[in-house]
């Protein structure tokens, strides 16, 4: 399963942006792309799933979320480099593809 949250597409354009103003078109277009696949609102669920994941293995806020919106979706791998290489959280297993 591969999915996106609120936050992630919030994020992504935010990043975009700032790294090159003059492709608004295409920020417009990955956006669109990536609003079809499965998503996972930023809603009262997901903070307080964000939350619990992040007291409970003493992550960043924002990390956890993401983790939170990988367990909605039922996504056994969540990708990033931010966390422990292999390291199970909940339900999700973190896999930095750059090792």
């Known amino acids: 399963m591969f999915g996106v949250s609120g936050q992630t597409l919030a994020e992504f354009a935010n990043v975009a942006r700032r790294k090159s103003v003059s492709a608004d078109a295409v920020v417009d277009?990955?956006?669109?792309?990536?609003?079809?696949?499965?998503?996972?609102?930023v809603d009262q669920a997901y903070v307080i799933a964000g939350l619990r994941l992040a007291r409970r293995y003493?992550?960043?806020?924002?990390?956890?979320?993401?983790?939170a919106a990988a367990e909605r979706l039922g996504a056994p791998i969540f990708y990033t480099e931010d966390?422990?290489?292999?390291?199970?959280?909940?339900?999700?297993?973190?896999?930095?593809?750059f090792l």
């Open 83 to 97: 966390l422990n290489h292999n390291q199970v959280y909940g339900s999700v297993r973190a896999v930095n593809p």
């Open 58 to 67: 003493q992550l960043k806020y924002y990390d956890a979320a993401l983790l």
């Open 29 to 41: 277009q990955w956006l669109v792309f990536l609003g079809t696949l499965p998503f996972v609102p």
